[in-house]
C-alpha cells in the first residue's frame, strides 16, 4: 500500500484551519502545529483585555474542533525554522518533521520598529496572554489610584495611552472611555473614574486609515463623542514607565502634556501598543525574498519560489490582486487556507493549480455602546446600523454555537447593565508597581 502524503500545517489561527478542514476529505494525514492548544478568535480578543468577555467565549481547544477528523493529529510545538530544501520543520521539543507538503499560517506578532524596549511599557494585543496582561494593567491602574493621595500621581494612573488607530486602537480607546464613565462609575469612593483619559495616539493623519475618508472622519466623531482625546500625526519617539514622548506634525499644548516645538510627553502609567505587526521570523528561515514587514514574496499560487510544495499564507505571506495587496485579515487568512488546500488536491490530481484571488468582503470596526463603521465595497455605514452589523457578524462567524450563544447572552447583559463581570485578575504575588514620582519639570 503507498503511504498518503504528509501535510504539515504551521498555524492554528483562521488560515491553518480552513486548510485542515478543506482537506478532510483529501488522501493525505494531515500533521498541525500550534504553540497554544487553542484557536482564537482575535478580532474579539480586545473584549478579553477590557473585561467584555471571557477567555473561552472567543478561544476553543484545537483538538476539540478537529476531533472527528480522523485523517488529521495536533500537535502542541513551535516551529523554529523550516528546510524547504529537505522538506522538514525543526519543531522545538519534537525534533524534525518531514512533510510532502508544508503550509505555512504563522501569523504576526508585534512590531516596535525596532524599539522592543518598549514591549515591556507597552504590551501589544496578540495572544490571550497578551489580554491578561493589558486587563491587569488597565483595572489595577483604578485600584492604586484609589489609593494614591497626591493629585498628579492619581492623574498619571488614570490616564491611558492607546499608540496606534488601526482597528485594535480604535475599538481598545473606545471600550476604555467606556468602562471608566460607564461600567465603573459608582464603584469606587476616592475617585471618580469618569476623570479617567482615555488619550488615542496615531502617526497617520487620520483614524482608521484603511477606510474612506469620511467613515474615518465618523470615527473619530463617535470616539471624542466618548470622550476620547484623539491626536493624529503624532509619531512615538519613546515609551517608558513614565508614559509616552511623541512628536506631532503642529506643535500641541495643553492637556497632552508639556511642549517644546514638535515634541511632547504624555504621562501615563498604563500604554496599549496597537500601532504595528510584524510577520512571524518563520518566514526568514525559509531562503526566499521578503517583503519590508518581513512577509514572504509568495507565487500566484501561494507557494514560495522553487519550492511548489511549501505554500505560506495568512499575515506571513505579501501578495496582491488587482493590484492592491491582500489585508492582513480573517477574510484574507481564510481565502488563502482554501485556496492553498485546493492547491494541494489539484496536485494530488495531476490538475492545473489556481492562482489566488482575494475577494473584499470589506472592512468594520466598533467604537462602543451604538458606535461603529462598516464599509462593503460602496455601502458605508456608522453608529447604530453599523454596530448591529457589526455585532452580528462577529457572532456568526464565532468557532461553535456555544461561543455564539454565550457571547450574545453576555453582550446582552452588558448592554442592558454597563457591566462586564470578566474584572477578574491575578494580583501579582511581588511588590505592587512602585509609586510613581512627580516630575516638576513635566505638566500634564
Not at 19 to 38: E, F, G, Q
Not at 244 to 273: H, I, M, N, P
Amino acid at each position: 500500500m503507498t503511504a498518503l502524503p504528509d501535510v504539515v500545517i504551521i498555524g492554528g489561527g483562521f488560515g491553518g484551519l480552513r486548510a485542515a478542514r478543506d482537506l478532510a476529505r483529501a488522501p493525505v494525514r494531515i500533521t498541525l502545529l500550534d504553540k497554544s492548544n487553542h484557536h482564537l478568535f482575535q478580532p474579539l480578543l480586545y473584549q478579553v483585555a477590557t473585561a467584555g468577555l471571557a477567555a473561552p467565549s472567543i478561544a476553543a481547544p484545537i483538538r476539540h474542533i478537529f476531533a472527528r477528523q480522523q485523517n488529521l493529529t495536533v500537535l502542541l510545538d513551535e516551529v523554529t525554522a523550516i528546510d524547504a530544501a529537505a522538506s522538514t520543520v525543526q519543531c522545538q521539543h519534537g525534533g524534525a518533521l518531514a512533510f510532502d507538503y508544508l503550509v505555512a499560517a504563522s501569523g504576526a506578532t508585534h512590531s516596535y520598529f525596532g524599539h522592543d524596549e518598549w514591549a515591556v511599557h507597552a504590551p501589544g494585543l496578540k495572544t490571550l496572554a497578551d489580554a491578561f496582561e493589558i486587563r491587569k494593567r488597565l483595572l489595577l491602574a483604578f485600584e492604586y489610584a484609589e489609593r494614591e493621595s497626591d493629585a498628579a500621581l492619581r492623574a498619571r494612573w488614570l490616564t491611558f495611552a492607546v499608540i496606534g488607530a488601526g482597528a485594535t486602537g480604535v475599538e481598545m480607546a473606545g471600550t476604555l472611555a467606556e468602562i471608566a464613565r460607564q461600567t465603573l462609575q459608582r464603584e469606587f469612593r476616592r475617585i471618580d473614574p469618569r476623570e479617567a483619559r482615555v488619550v488615542l495616539l496615531e502617526g497617520a493623519a487620520r483614524v482608521l486609515p484603511p477606510f474612506a475618508e469620511d467613515l474615518s472622519a465618523k470615527a473619530r466623531a463617535q470616539l471624542e463623542g466618548l470622550g476620547v482625546e484623539v491626536r493624529t500625526g503624532c509619531r512615538v519617539t519613546k515609551v517608558d514607565a513614565e508614559g509616552v514622548t511623541f512628536e506631532s506634525d503642529q506643535a500641541q499644548t495643553g492637556s497632552a502634556g508639556g511642549t517644546t516645538g514638535t515634541s511632547s510627553r504624555l504621562l501615563a502609567s498604563t500604554v496599549v501598543w496597537a500601532a504595528g505587526v510584524a510577520a512571524s521570523p518563520l518566514g526568514k528561515t525559509l531562503g526566499v525574498p521578503l517583503d519590508r514587514a518581513g512577509r514572504v514574496l509568495v507565487s500566484p499560487d501561494l507557494s514560495i519560489p522553487g519550492h511548489a510544495n511549501v505554500f505560506v499564507i495568512g499575515d506571513l505571506a505579501s501578495i496582491s490582486t488587482d493590484g492592491k495587496p491582500v489585508p492582513g485579515t480573517a477574510p484574507g487568512a481564510k481565502q488563502m487556507g482554501a485556496c492553498a488546500a485546493a492547491n494541494i488536491r489539484a496536485s494530488l490530481d495531476g490538475a492545473a493549480r489556481k492562482p489566488f484571488r482575494f475577494q473584499d468582503v470589506g472592512a468594520l470596526a466598533t467604537i462602543g455602546r451604538h458606535a461603529a463603521v462598516v464599509q462593503l465595497g460602496p455601502l458605508k455605514l456608522w453608529g447604530l446600523p453599523a454596530w448591529l452589523f457589526w455585532l452580528f457578524v462577529h457572532i456568526f462567524f464565532l468557532i461553535d454555537f456555544r461561543a455564539r450563544a454565550v457571547v450574545m447572552f453576555e453582550w446582552a447583559w452588558s448592554y442592558l447593565t454597563f457591566e462586564r463581570h470578566a474584572r477578574v485578575v491575578a494580583m501579582p504575588e511581588a511588590a505592587p508597581p512602585p509609586r510613581p514620582q512627580p516630575d516638576p519639570s513635566r505638566q500634564r
